[in-house]
């Protein structure tokens, strides 16, 4: 049983999803930018302006982590788990994460980043 509150998990889990979104977004970028793409400026702003929004998100969730004394650190990691101690408040946790598990969460913030874009412009 956990002593972290659901919301503060998922708090938790953000700094560990995040990074990883960027990234794959820089990766991406990168190969956007070398590709033979006739036009390759729509694609370049996409991906720019979704990795902006995640770093102001990722920027809100560690300034809450901060100020609330949250912190998630990477303690070991093999072909299939990735394990995570949360320290929230003076007690430690351990979390198991299933290594497909941390992609598919990961692709699916991805789609929902690139799917958000403000189209009004």
């Not at 700094?15 to 956007?32: F, S």
């Amino acid at each position: 049983m956990t002593r972290i509150p659901e919301d503060e998990r998922d708090i938790m889990e953000k700094a560990i999803y995040l990074p990883m979104v960027l990234i794959i977004l820089n990766r991406d970028l990168n190969v956007v930018t070398n590709s033979p793409f006739k036009l390759k400026k729509p694609y370049l702003n996409l991906i720019e302006e979704t990795m902006k929004k995640i770093q102001r998100e990722l920027a809100e969730v560690k300034q809450y982590m901060k100020k609330n004394k949250l912190q998630v650190i990477e303690t070991n990691r093999d072909e299939a788990f990735t394990m995570y101690m949360f320290i929230y408040k003076g007690y430690e946790e351990n979390h198991n994460y299933f290594n497909p598990r941390i992609r598919n969460k990961v692709q699916e913030l991805l789609e929902t980043y690139l799917s958000k874009r403000d189209i009004s412009r």
